[in-house]
């Protein structure tokens, strides 16, 4: 029996990845949980196992096709069930001498039957012959009649069909507007859909006439794209491929960005500090395999911060227009990698010291760098940090990774000039960034949130007695 061995999700958010790599051969004997592709996409560079032990009967994909969840990756033969295939044929080849005897004796009993099956045959055939003729000579009777008949249904037919024309005809030049439920009306509208385009079958426009009719048309306008000027006119130029996880995250990017209406929210942290805390506890964190950084102390402060306001630590639901509040809290970690930007998961946050958040994030980004991360290491994020301050910047604006509704992009700390206790004095300033989905969030709760997240960098043991 064969075993179809397929796609599953590399990455929460990821349906399709292209095939780095394909690791085994057509004839070769795997075991289950044994790589068979290697894949990327926007979020991972994973290796899928094998679901299955078996024989490799057929590969169904190759290097640099994309592929989606649930597609075929190859079939397998069961270990089993080749072994039962050959023990079945020695014992056929066994019983191969009687069957063929018993086959004989059958074969001359039927032809005996057979003699007698024409014989009785060849009467039926007559009576059917003799009936045929009769019923012939009835139709000649009554055909005259059903040409008159047919002729008349025809006319009939002819004019239901031109009084159709000429009722969708009326239809379409008076541009009533369709039928449709004060939600369905709601619905279009929130995603950007023109609801006098939509045809239907039924009496009244539905909400999965409107999804369908959205999802078509997302699907036609991600197809279109700008013609490009012939640039080597003005000078030289060079055309480079994308990466396959540079070709995903444009097409993910670009999906996030049509769908989620963004808002964007500024502020600044005085963080001098946090940044003595860090220095004093470098070496016990490097002692633990880690290191200390502002985005170990930040996941610690978010994952306080989304127990606080639960709707940031959601997903939106649009077609059912519900939110889905979520009780664990697992925070994406932004990595810069050769391939592309990677976001593995730090899974129940809200519950580890930040010593271990500063072991795991580092153990994490150089998976994530040496391309070992697996799947379930991209999966389940419910809220992401994105720190650009290492390389610098003053702020920018991360666009929120679906499902999640936020994301925090901090950017390089300055040293400034600023009043304490009205005295004037040299501090370290942070500047944070939130991007959030505005179906889900409004713009107070959006500065709330952020404002708790600046204050809490600058009197951590406040926020934590707050919370």
Not at 189 to 218: F, P
Not at 283 to 306: F, N, Q, R
Request: charged residues 40%; glycine residues 6%; aromatic residues 4%.
């Amino acid at each position: 029996m064969a075993i179809e061995v397929k796609i599953p999700q590399v990455a929460e958010g990821v349906e399709s990845a292209t095939v780095a790599e394909v690791l085994v051969s057509e004839g070769d004997k795997i075991e289950k949980d044994q790589s068979l592709i290697s894949v990327e996409s926007d979020k991972t560079s994973v290796e899928i196992p094998s679901s299955a032990s078996g024989t490799v009967e057929e590969i169904k994909v190759s290097e640099g096709d994309e592929v989606k969840v649930g597609d075929v990756i190859l079939t397998l033969t069961e270990e089993d069930a080749d072994e039962e295939a050959e023990n079945e044929d020695e014992s056929n080849s066994e019983d191969k001498s009687d069957e063929k005897e018993e086959k004989d004796k059958e074969k001359k009993k039927a032809e005996k039957e057979d003699d007698t099956e024409e014989v009785e045959d060849e009467t039926e055939k007559k009576e059917q012959e003799e009936s045929e003729i009769s019923e012939e000579k009835e139709s000649e009777e009554t055909g005259e009649d059903k040409v008159e008949k047919g002729k008349e249904e025809g006319a009939e037919e002819e004019s239901e069909k031109q009084e159709k024309s000429d009722k969708k005809e009326r239809e379409k030049n008076e541009k009533t507007p369709p039928a449709a439920s004060p939600g369905v009306r709601r619905l279009a509208r929130e995603l950007g859909v023109d609801i006098n385009k939509i045809e239907t079958k039924e009496d009244r426009i539905s909400k999965e006439d409107v999804k369908a009719y959205a999802k078509e048309d997302k699907t036609s306008s991600s197809e279109t794209s700008t013609t490009l000027p012939d640039f080597s006119q003005w000078g030289e130029t060079e055309v480079k491929d994308f990466s396959s996880i540079r070709s995903a995250t444009a097409k993910n990017v670009s999906k996030a960005w049509k769908e989620i209406p963004h808002v964007f929210q500024f502020e600044e942290a005085e963080i001098s500090g946090i940044q003595k805390y860090i220095e004093e506890h470098q070496e016990k964190a490097e002692d633990a395999g880690g290191k200390l950084t502002i985005t170990a102390i930040l996941v610690k402060i978010c994952a306080t911060a989304l127990r606080q306001f639960p709707k940031f630590n959601a997903s939106v639901d649009f077609e059912n227009q519900q939110m889905i509040l979520k009780k664990y809290i697992n925070i994406g970690i932004a990595v810069d990698t050769e391939k592309g930007l990677l976001v593995p998961v730090l899974k129940d946050a809200d519950k580890k010291s930040i010593l271990e958040i500063s072991t795991e994030i580092t153990k994490l980004a150089q998976k994530a760098r040496d391309g070992e991360l697996k799947p379930e290491e991209m999966k389940g994020g419910n809220f992401s940090i994105s720190n650009l301050g290492g390389i610098g910047g003053t702020n920018f604006t991360p666009i929120v990774l679906p499902p999640q509704v936020a994301i925090l992009g901090v950017s390089r700390a300055q040293k400034r000039p600023i009043y304490k206790n009205d005295e004037l004095e040299a501090g370290t300033i942070l500047p944070l960034s939130l991007s959030y989905d505005h179906r889900q969030i409004d713009g107070a709760e959006g500065i709330r949130f952020l404002k708790w997240i600046a204050q809490a960098l600058e009197d951590p043991y406040a926020a934590l007695l707050e919370a």
